[in-house]
């Protein structure tokens, strides 16, 4: 029994560095979990949890729950997208206000949101020059947090600035050629994207993605829709597809899916997950603005 006890005695004490030094990182939904999976890949005693469910999407209208409150009260570190995306921030600052926060958009060229909702729109991941920018500031976060993981952390960081520095090419090539460049997306999730590669958003379907468009707005966009000679409408895998739907019934205009990458594969994630998802957009954007 002596023994016994002893072994587990020893035991604890070997354990308890190993708990001490075990850190917990928080992102606050799934594009910024993912850029933090790359850049915590290899690392020891770090942590890495999404705040909201994987699949919750935007953080449009979220509101935090007792047990999103509980974890960011276990958290070291808060990463965010910033920007305005966690409208929950003021709260976040009042409850906990020594919570060490990296904001993934610092020095981002932002664009006014059309919602009103908020200052500016938040979907700043959509394009591959933005999030190096991300997940740039996301490194030099952790790095300073985690000072013993630097080295791999930084070595993270550059080879996956470099995976996004090929995308954005991928992109630019695939988009240079087509045989028109205007669309209507779902919701706001994709100026970004049009400004970097020259595309035209003629109107967005849902300013309020969760709510159903009036007979006034529905009338107000098949107007839109044929002044600019049916161009194709798109959808979103993490919202129905009612309104495009009927949008299309009505004018004729095709639907297609566009991905804003913002809820989580089944299973394991892969950790070139935005890559696939972009490279998917690129191919529907393709076939329906009529690459040459
Ligand atoms: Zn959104």
């Not at 942590?47 to 958290?75: F, I, M, R, V």
């Not at 930084?154 to 995976?163: D, G």
Request: glycine share 6%.
């Amino acid at each position: 029994m002596k023994k016994i006890l002893t072994l587990m005695l020893s035991l604890l004490v070997l354990l308890l560095p190993a708990l001490a030094l075990s850190e917990t990182v928080t992102a606050s939904f799934f594009p910024i979990y993912l850029f933090a999976s790359n850049l915590l890949e290899g690392t020891e005693g770090i942590e890495l949890h999404s705040l909201a469910q994987p699949q919750t999407g935007c953080l449009h209208d979220y509101q935090l729950s007792s047990g999103d409150l509980k974890a960011l009260s276990n958290s070291d570190v808060f990463l965010i997208n910033g920007a305005g995306m966690e409208g929950f921030m003021s709260f976040v600052f009042e409850a906990f206000p020594d919570l060490p926060l990296i904001d993934a958009s610092t020095g981002i060229d932002l664009l006014p949101s059309e919602s009103g909702e908020t200052e500016y729109n938040a979907h700043i991941w959509l394009t591959p020059a933005n999030a190096s920018r991300m997940v740039q500031n996301l490194s030099d976060g952790l790095c300073a947090s985690f000072p013993k993981a630097a080295d791999t952390i930084s070595a993270n960081c550059s080879a996956y600035i470099q995976r996004l520095d090929a995308l954005d090419k991928e992109l630019r090539d695939g988009l240079s050629s087509l045989s028109r460049r205007d669309l209507l997306t779902f919701h706001e999730a994709f100026p970004y994207f049009a400004r970097a590669y020259d595309l035209e958003i003629v109107a967005v379907i849902a300013l309020e993605p969760e709510d159903p468009l009036s007979p006034a707005q529905l009338g107000h966009l098949v107007t839109l829709i044929r002044d600019h000679d049916l161009p194709p409408l798109f959808t979103e895998p993490q919202y129905p597809s009612l309104a495009a739907d009927t949008l299309s019934r009505e004018t004729g205009a095709p639907v297609y899916e566009l991905n804003p990458c913002v809820t989580a594969p089944d299973g394991t994630v892969p950790l070139d997950w935005y890559e696939q998802i972009m490279r998917g957009n690129l191919a529907v954007l393709r076939e329906a603005l009529g690459a040459q």
